[in-house]
């Protein structure tokens, strides 16, 4: 009896490396269209991210247009900011346009379903560590489990830090950075409509309602304070607990989770959005401050321009180097102002003296309010206005 010979490789239009947001709301709008699509992702849904939680309300037409209603999942409605100095000043704003909160926990979740259902298919617990254009749209990857993928076309949405930018020599790959985050889900008294961001020597916090009565508090410090520090606990006990909103909260509200999510060596210098031939997404693209409005609208905004642009370049219309032009063009468009402010912003954040400025500016000068409002926040998002 004949052995019959090993089934080959099968061949993708697109390999997303990456199940995070800005690769599930890629692939998804891509297998509707038609296209056969894989997206590899180094963990088993659902899984907890270190995140904000907190999206502006600029990409609901977006998701509407995959299928996604995060009202249908348990999101909760804010149109309030909240914004503290160290010692506890605090101002309040209304936001325009508002936004909402939804843990990674449901939301991935969620859409890892709706794009299932839409014929995307998952290599799940993959961690990519190789891979190699070895033709025109001719990729070839590899796994550190063992396993191979091909696709015409790779694109990047592996997150901050993974084996893909290391194997592609990228430059923050070399250095250590400087920022770690902290997140935990707790129960307790909070606001619903408010989203709340508390200054702290070294850093500063978010807080903010998602689904099911959580809080979710989030804070980005420098990694030397934690080296201070000692532990988490200690850390948020007198770095953190020296704002009094922050001492409240700790001492109040009860953790859901049994330890805090951390991540470190986060990167906020530039990294090129396209590398090697390979496009970045989301995190992956970097430069994305938590104060250039949210990561995660940034995130959902890079998928969006991809997801137009990827049919085009499979079907000939647009060469490599005018695809990824476009892309670079249109992301550029889109966030420059916003990348910019969030530079500017983050010297106001973790400084005694500087905090407090801030806070006093965003108090006394409504204008500034708004501006910074229209700095960080974006236009509506739909999938026909992301190149325009």
Not at 144 to 171: I, N
Not at 245 to 260: D, G, K, N, T, V
Not at 352 to 377: D, E
Request: net charge positive.
């Amino acid at each position: 009896m004949a052995l019959s010979s090993p089934s080959p490789t099968p061949f993708y239009d697109v390999i997303l490396i990456g199940g995070g947001l800005a690769g599930l709301c890629c692939a998804l709008p891509l297998a509707k269209r038609g296209l056969k699509v894989l997206l590899i992702e180094q963990k088993e849904y659902p899984f907890h991210k270190v995140c904000g939680e907190y999206i502006s309300k600029e990409v609901l037409p977006y998701l509407n247009s995959l299928g996604f209603d995060p009202f249908a999942h348990g999101a909760v409605d804010i149109r309030r900011f909240a914004l503290s100095s160290l010692k506890g000043k605090q101002v309040q704003t209304t936001l325009p346009l508002g936004g909402f909160g939804l843990s990674r926990h449901r939301m991935d979740q969620k859409l890892y379903e709706l794009a299932l259902a839409a014929g995307v298919e998952f290599a799940l617990g993959q961690k990519v560590n190789q891979l190699q254009e070895i033709g025109p749209k001719n990729w070839l990857l590899h796994s550190q489990q063992g396993q191979q993928y091909r696709g015409a076309m790779v694109l990047g949405a592996q997150g901050k830090r993974s084996l893909v930018d290391r194997q592609l020599e990228r430059g923050f790959m070399q250095e250590r950075a400087g920022f770690m985050a902290v997140k935990c889900h707790y129960e307790g008294d909070f606001p619903e409509d408010l989203v709340a961001l508390h200054n702290f020597e070294g850093g500063y916090c978010g807080l903010s309602r998602v689904e099911d009565g959580r809080i979710n508090l989030c804070y980005l410090v420098e990694q030397v304070q934690l080296k201070r520090a000692g532990s988490i606990k200690e850390l948020e006990r007198t770095i953190l607990g020296q704002n009094p909103y922050l001492e409240q909260a700790f001492r109040e509200f009860r953790p859901i989770f049994s330890r805090p999510l951390s991540i470190s060596n986060i990167y906020f210098r530039p990294k090129p959005l396209v590398e090697q031939g390979l496009p970045m997404l989301g995190d992956a693209a970097g430069l994305i401050y938590p104060l250039s409005g949210n990561g995660m609208a940034m995130a959902i905004g890079s998928a969006a321009i991809m997801q137009a642009l990827v049919p085009q370049y499979l079907e000939g219309q647009l060469s490599q180097a005018e695809f990824l032009a476009q892309y670079a063009a249109a992301w550029q468009k889109n966030y420059s102002l916003r990348l910019q402010a969030g530079r500017k912003l983050q010297h106001f954040f973790g400084r005694p003296f500087w905090s407090n400025l801030g806070v006093q500016l965003f108090a006394g000068l409504p204008f500034m309010q708004k501006t910074i409002i229209r700095w960080t926040h974006g236009r509506p998002l739909t999938p026909w206005n992301a190149l325009l």
